[in-house]
Nanobody
């Protein structure tokens, strides 16, 4: 079972940037797609972006053009560069393996502790 540790969150003003990191344990990191999720207070956790083992990426419309996901398989790490942050990006951010099924993407069952991102207006 892969263990995940997110870091890099913090408090930033609107328009600022943050870079999140997710260190994953486990020998199968490079063969799985990895995604970043976020959960704002009172809302469901949502998939923000993911990157496949081949490096293909996908973004939610709300972050397209502002966020960039990348991965370093040698370091078992996935990153999320967040630019032009908005107050509505405030949430706890989580990374996880994601698996395609029936046209949708689903996370693995285990989660890390997440990292808090707060964007002030």
């Amino acid at each position: 079972q892969v263990r995940l540790a997110e870091s890099g969150g913090g408090l930033v003003q609107a328009g600022g940037s943050l870079r999140l990191s997710c260190a994953a344990s486990g020998s199968d990191f490079s063969i799985n797609a990895m995604g970043w999720y976020r959960q704002a207070p009172g809302k469901q956790r949502e998939l923000v972006t993911f990157i496949t083992s081949a490096g293909s990426t996908n973004y939610a419309d709300s972050v397209k053009g502002r966020f960039t996901i990348s991965r370093d398989n040698a370091k078992n790490t996935v990153y999320l560069q967040m630019n032009s942050l908005k107050p509505e990006d405030t949430a706890v951010y989580y990374c996880n393996q994601v698996f395609a099924r029936a046209g949708s993407w689903y996370p693995a069952t285990n989660w890390g502790q997440g990292t808090q991102v707060t964007v002030s207006s």
